[in-house]
């Protein structure tokens, strides 16, 4: 068989025919960015072949790639199917990525449905040969339990500890065990994956983990890996629902292991996550949420048995789903929009998750109403010529003043990519010092004179115009068509944004605050909101950062029985607003397609 | 590797070291008869090899062999372990087993707890975009239904049929499919498996399909096979629970292929067997009943997701397991009960189950009292000399007059040995002749006269007398160890007969009628029961045969939801008498060893 040496990775794959190389690399856990997932439409999956010879370059392939690229040996991996035994490097290395873990949580009463009590376990006898099951529903004063647990566990009399998810009975252990009582809360994101351990007799978060969500294999985005479980529709669900399972499995070995806890001490996981991530989680069909008209298989919460979709814990562990509104209003915002305590409210809030997709929620004295719009990657740094996203070597800031270019970089590192703050650092900036137009539009190099500090910044390849961020060999830069990305992103939030007031009737003024949820939202800054106009001027000041509440708020189901109870009532009351299907919205979204306020 | 041709199987098999020749055999599906479980106290798992050596023989497998058979190079596999590759041959070959597979059943009104409804869903719109799964529970008008169901449905709208378990959904089927509704009654013996498949609109039964019990190869009898569950703990009640849950989709697959019928319309399996095989399906740990004080983990009725346990019918087809007593009144003898209506009686009846373990039920007006007598499998033609199962070439009847032995042979072929029926019909001859007294000995063939036509019938072993069945190379005989066996089996159930009657307080006189079931009780004349003192002359006119009662009840189970509820409460007011920790039981069980009315 054909094999593939990967010279950097010092790793040697066997070689399958009629495959493409991108897939036999992701298939053997071999990192290269894909954002667009083999389709051969983002050019970034490039290796170098080193020895060995590939069949020739499609047109396609070679518009992606420079001429110099071309000639020392650069390939895209996903056009690639090789013939014979090759020698390759791989060129990304995979970078640690900044995950947040934490943020704003509301005083409660720690309450979980999840508790153990100890009881004594008559002796059967030649004349009392009682079915320990009987026994047992006898000792406990039930009724009866999942007949599951008879499986696991060996006839025993004496102390006898029973854990019981509000009545139902969900283990049997030997002796007294009420000491050891734990839980875990997790946001599985899109693009990562948060998972805390929690002791749920304290409430006390021992520690997190996180981890890239492994589905990146499938697709960068929602979408992609939609369209994968279509076009395969033999055994995607199950791969889907292995990758993540599996990485949930293995965070919370980590976390035990950390502790030197049993995981059969866990006896719940509570997971918040948007829609397509928890159908991908429960192995149910996502691809209706694919397409119009955007109908999910299920949103209410599901408390189930962990075990059935393979978690690993005590043997009838509960997993908590929370609940989702919509396809596009997941469990994650309603965890949010819970976290924010929304519904309590009796001002004006808005709370805005911004992402791939941004989600808005507004609560007008505690009445909900959501929607959600399509901003596409480029805020994550994707789809974007030097984008990359948020990890070390990623510009995250940008000033530019008369002395020139001043960049942050994650990490202090030589900057090797932009992320989403970056990129609208950089905008916000490109806008100030007017190198972009309000239209979006680059000024024409011809306009600024020599002695401008600008005019360097500029540069022509091929009559296109492109800001430089750092020269030399591996040159950053932001083309136009970047500015145009980011300029769809700015007018589909801003174009919910207002379609919810106007909803509403609310007006810009009346909002008393602004809450910007999640992983990324915490990396913009309000100056950058403001300053690209993604965010209207009036509400600058109103901009608060809650963190993680997609997190927090599976922590707080995990933890009391009221919050699930109150979660599940606010996804409920939340309306939600199909901006595609709302009235005059096409034109609203070409008027906020302008930037800068 | 070392292989293993078998010759007259015409298959090789991979040799595997330490492992005897016996389980290799058994592993690889090639039968090799061994009552023992390879234990090496039967000395029936012989072979022939033919080509190749083998390490030299042990004292006890010797003592087993005849010279002739070691001459011609026969062995016991149980002892062999083979260091090199050889040839041999298997000695028996898998008769046809003769299985019961009717009975006698009282009428009774069909009312299954699972049907049909179709419904109209409504297309979800961009206005309206609810989730499948709440567009559904409004349509059937339900608050909610078993989440794993999503799992197997694509979103539908339009016509679709609802499965019910009585009020919960088990099932989505697009379009109308209220004609397709299919169950099995099944009886799991310790010997037999016995299937059948009904069309549950009609309650007809369209076919039955029946096997010998896969877990044989784990040990003929429930002792033996707890015995292997617990010397191998690793994996040992997986490997129980898969042969007999592999065997029940095989079957369910050979009857729904008949009938042209996709086994996705099966919704309900209901199935009786003894507490020991109850346990072994449900994968739960069966040790305790191999143990005094012989208390099972479970004895009630379960209704769970057969899929829960691996078995292929609908994916949220049910499986019901009817209720046990106790660990030796398995849900088997609760389903004979029920079905000869023990409970509603008003007399005083006696139902009798008669197999290795020999189960009695006494029913005074209603009131049941039940025990179950170690019999042992002598009464299954097992650990007998010329002992074998009834199947083709079993002498199955005998009548001895001065002209000789007239065998009664099943299939009417050259006999090969001789089943229960066969060993108990030859010692009622046996005693009818007044070769075999009434304490069990042989008499003194001294004490015969030459011209006696029973003089031949004897011959002497080494001082050991023996009856000859069938003279020449291939000899079958009885001796008086033969003897001893049955004799045990005989105290064992006459002595549990009369402890019943004293608990109970009733005299043999009262006694209504004695129901004998199962597939080994219906081969069993009431001249040998009687003529052996199995049970005493005064019932022989009372006699009747109920079949495979255990079967029956299954059915009954599956097509009435009252007859599930009264098989539940039968079990609960069915009181057992543990014989061993009765009161001067030992004495009784001498008293009742004596053979002859």
């Not at 106009?533 to 927090?552: A, C, F, Q, R």
């Amino acid at each position: 068989m054909p094999k593939i040496f990967i010279k950097n990775k010092n790793k040697t794959i066997d070689y399958v025919s009629n495959k493409d190389l991108l897939q036999m690399l992701l298939e053997n856990e071999i990192f290269v960015d894909n954002p667009c997932n083999g389709k051969g439409s983002c050019g970034k999956c490039k290796i170098r072949l080193l020895e060995g010879n590939l069949p020739a370059m499609s047109e396609t392939e070679e518009k992606f790639l420079k001429k110099e690229e071309i000639i020392s040996g650069i390939r895209l991996s996903c056009f690639v199917v090789p013939q014979e035994d090759i020698v390759i490097e791989v060129l990304q290395k995979e970078r640690k990525h900044e995950i947040l873990t934490t943020g704003y949580m509301p005083s409660f009463e720690i309450n979980s449905a999840i508790h153990k009590e100890t009881f004594e376990i008559d002796k059967p006898t030649l004349q009392n040969q009682s079915a320990f099951e009987d026994s047992l529903c006898k000792a406990f004063g039930i009724e009866k339990f999942d007949w599951r647990l008879l499986q696991q566990h060996e006839i025993t009399d004496g102390k006898v500890t029973g854990v019981f998810n509000d009545k139902d009975l969900i283990g049997i252990e030997s002796g007294d065990t009420t000491d050891l009582l734990y839980g875990v809360a997790i946001d599985i994101g899109t693009t990562t994956v948060v998972a805390a351990l929690i002791d749920m007799k304290t409430g006390n978060e021992l520690t997190t983990a996180s981890m890239i969500n492994p589905q990146k294999k499938f697709g960068l985005d929602v979408l992609t890996r939609i369209t994968y479980e279509l076009e395969n529709p033999g055994d995607s669900k199950e791969k889907l629902q292995h990758a993540i399972v599996n990485a949930i499995n293995e965070m919370i070995e980590t976390m035990c292991n950390q502790f030197n806890i049993d995981r059969k001490y866990i006896y719940e996981i509570s997971i918040a996550a948007n829609c397509t991530m928890m159908h991908f989680l429960l192995g149910i069909d996502a691809t209706s949420i694919g397409k119009s008209p955007y109908a999910p298989v299920f949103v209410k919460s599901k408390n189930i048995r962990a075990k059935d979709i393979g978690l690993k814990g005590s043997p009838g562990a509960r997993l908590y789903c929370l609940p989702a509104v919509s396809s596009y209003i997941g469990a994650d915002i309603v965890a949010g929009a819970y976290v924010c305590q929304l519904q309590k409210n009796s001002g004006n809030l808005l709370f805005i998750d911004i992402g791939t997709n941004g989600e808005i929620v507004l609560s007008k004295n505690g009445k909900l109403l959501s929607c959600s719009c399509a901003a596409g990657p480029a805020l994550e740094g994707m789809n974007i010529s030097s984008g990359m996203r948020a990890a070390e070597g990623a510009i995250e800031d940008i000033e530019i003043t008369e002395k020139g270019i001043e960049l942050q970089v994650i990490g202090n590192e030589e900057p090797i990519g932009i992320c989403g703050s970056g990129i609208l650092a950089a905008l916000k900036e490109l806008i100030r010092i007017g190198l972009v137009k309000k239209d979006g539009a680059f000024i024409k190099k011809e306009k600024l004179e020599e002695v401008d500090y600008r005019y360097d910044m500029i540069q022509l390849d091929e009559k296109k115009r492109k800001f430089v961020l750092k020269s030399g060999p591996e040159q950053l830069f932001i083309t136009q068509a970047d500015v145009r990305q980011v300029q769809l992103a700015k007018g589909a939030i801003l174009s919910g944004f207002y379609a919810l007031l106007k909803q509403a009737n609310i007006d810009m003024n009346q909002l008393d605050k602004i809450m910007i949820a999640g992983q990324f939202g915490a990396h913009l800054s309000a100056d950058s909101l403001v300053g690209t106009g993604i965010l209207p001027e009036e509400v600058k000041d109103k901009i608060v950062y809650v963190g993680n509440s997609s997190k927090t708020g599976a922590y707080m189901a995990l933890m009391s029985v009221e919050a699930k109870k109150q979660i599940e009532e606010l996804a409920n009351q939340m309306d939600y607003m199909e901006l595609g299907a709302s009235e005059g919205y096409e034109r609203l979204f070409v008027q906020c397609l302008q930037f800068g306020n």
